[in-house]
């Protein structure tokens, strides 16, 4: 198989962490051409600080860490302490030796899409809002990706509002702009990542792996899993790895950005009625899969 080309935009975030880290073991299969941050769980400055460190973790570097944007498009940025205040469970991760990029995170990603068109897979794990800034830059951006996959939303409860899940809360204008884009788009809600909980029994399978990047994996989740219990962003890299482990279906997804009760909602609506669809909305994933994975990847980092 050849290696996907991918860029991760990101706001880690202990699930983001965990995210990079599944992609960073998997270089047969993924070549990450960089990471982008955004202000999401954390304050930017603390997410591209965090992104700096898992590289130092894995022992990759040489990817590039740009920053992108502080706050969300219109609205003011909306954090959140489940992370821990460092945005990573307090976990004791290596001093990054390199500097962040020179680029700001939406340049990068206007410019890396443009030059490859069709080739590069944009995965976001955070507030959309780099892509949502790429999109009024040039406005066909996304469609230079070979597929957005992203996670956020849900088609059932949010877990910020009951309504709204928190990437789209945070930033709805933005997940508004990437679902009307016309991109080819793959949507990882709530009603999938919390089909993958973390449990003590889930924990201990990840301490058991022993490397230095497991260990630190079980801080961070220790800490994570007392205030949120899903495994959300790394869902995104392993529908990359492992396609077979899922299963959804075409709908036609808007986001809410009026009613200030709904605002953020990804409203999924049933294509059977409507005719037309814009993403793939995943909905089924197979859990103990979905672990082994990571755990068998988690072994081959330092
Ligand atoms: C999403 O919100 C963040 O807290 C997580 O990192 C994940 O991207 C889940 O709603
Ligand atoms: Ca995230």
């Keep these: 198989m ?28 993924l070549e990450v051409l960089g990471v982008t941050a955004v202000g999401g769980n954390v304050a930017l400055a603390k997410t591209q600080y965090n992104a700096q460190r898992i590289l130092a973790l894995a022992g990759r570097e040489e990817v590039p860490v740009h920053a992108g944007s502080a706050s969300p498009m219109l609205i003011d940025l909306h954090t959140t302490d489940v992370h821990g205040s460092d945005g990573i469970g307090g976990a004791a991760l290596p001093e990054p030796t390199a500097p962040l990029a020179s680029v ?20 976001c794990l955070g507030p959309l809002t780099n892509p949502g800034l790429a ?25 910020v509002t009951a309504y709204a899940e928190f990437n789209f809360f945070v930033d709805p204008h933005a997940a508004r702009l990437v679902f009307l884009s016309g991109a080819d788009l793959v949507m990882l809600g709530l009603n999938l990542t919390r089909q993958v909980p973390i449990t003590a029994a889930r924990v201990a399978q990840i301490a058991a792996v022993g490397t230095r990047a497991a260990k630190a994996a079980q801080q961070m989740l220790t800490v994570y899993g007392r205030g949120d219990t899903a495994m959300h962003d790394p869902c995104v890299i392993a529908y990359l790895l492992q396609p077979e482990l899922f299963s959804g279906h075409q709908a036609l997804v808007d986001i809410e950005i009026n009613d200030a009760e709904r ?4 409203v999924v609506g049933d294509p059977t009625e409507i005719g037309i669809t814009n993403a793939l909305v995943l909905d089924k994933i197979d859990a103990d899969g979905f672990f082994d994975l990571l755990c068998e990847r988690l072994a081959r980092l330092p």
């Design 2 to 29: 050849a290696r996907i080309p991918i860029i991760i935009d990101c706001d880690p975030g202990v699930d983001d962490a965990l995210a990079l880290l599944l992609a960073l073991a998997s270089p047969d299969e």
């Design 104 to 123: 700001n995170g939406v340049t990068y990603l206007n410019e890396s899409l443009a030059a490859r068109p069709g080739e590069i897979t944009l995965c």
């Design 135 to 159: 999109i009024c830059n040039q406005k066909n951006v996304l469609g230079d990706a070979r597929r957005v996959v992203l996670m956020g939303g849900s088609s059932e409860r949010g877990n």
């Design 263 to 266: 605002i953020g909602q990804s």
